[in-house]
């Protein structure tokens, strides 16, 4: 079956340091990875997606990832932090015949965003 | 319209009440997801329509939650008898499609059941 793991359930940075979230998953099956950011009292917000391909995948705000499927990783990475990064973010794998099923999503990783 | 859109935003339930959340997703959008979202935690799947077509409802927690898309656009997902345990944030998200290429969330319904 597929799952997520998200590690750290919180990550603190000062602003203008290194942002890393980490996920890894467990698939059967080439998965396609997705980053998303969720705002308080807002639904989530696609940040990027690797489906096939490029395995380092840019996205918006900044943010990019790397498929690293040796490691079952996917993490998420911005070199500077702004305040407006914090919120909270969700790595997820997608599942079903031909990836045209649902999400199956981490707990979630925190973001503060010190200044 | 331009996002998916959710209504009502806010629904307080007395427990055993039955609530209706409805669901506009982006016109022309073929796929419609709904998820639950407990507090401090990552959504979690609750049913998938293909147009109008219900192709998957292994997310549903129990006979008391109910989804139709009748038209395959706007989607109600239904709670009968509604308990402490549903209180949640409920997403509807939609794709252009069939692959889910990562689709589009509305900002939700949340629940509460007193």
């Known amino acids: 079956a597929q799952s997520v793991t998200q590690l750290g359930s919180h990550v603190s940075v000062s602003e203008g340091a290194l942002v890393l979230l980490r996920c890894n998953y467990s698939?059967?099956?080439?998965?396609?990875l997705f980053w998303y950011v969720q705002y308080p009292n807002q639904g989530l917000q696609l940040l990027l997606k690797y489906t096939t391909g490029a395995t380092l995948v840019k996205g918006i705000n900044g943010f990019e990832a790397e498929f690293k499927k040796s490691e079952t990783s996917f993490h998420l990475t911005k070199p500077s932090a702004h305040m407006s990064d914090a919120a909270e973010y969700f790595c997820a794998v997608s599942v079903g015949s031909g990836n045209t099923g649902k999400l199956i999503f981490g707990q979630g990783t925190t973001l503060q965003v010190k200044p | 319209g331009a996002g998916v859109s959710q209504s009502p935003r806010y629904k307080v339930a007395k427990r055993g009440q039955d609530v209706a959340l409805r669901c506009d997703p982006i016109?022309?959008?073929?796929?419609l997801f709904w998820y639950q979202q407990a507090l401090g935690q990552g959504p979690e799947f609750l049913t998938y329509?293909?147009?109008?077509?219900?192709?998957?409802k292994s997310g549903l927690p129990s006979d008391r939650f109910f989804a139709e898309r009748p038209e395959g656009s706007v989607s109600t997902l239904k709670i009968q008898r509604t308990q402490q345990e549903d209180s949640a944030v409920y997403l509807c998200?939609?794709?252009?499609?069939?692959?889910?290429?990562?689709?589009?969330f509305g900002s939700g319904t949340r629940l509460t059941v007193v």
């Open positions: 016109s022309g959008h073929v796929s």
């Open positions: 329509f293909q147009n109008e077509a219900q192709l998957d």
């Open positions: 698939s059967s099956v080439p998965p396609y």
């Open positions: 998200a939609s794709s252009l499609s069939r692959v889910n290429y990562g689709y589009t």
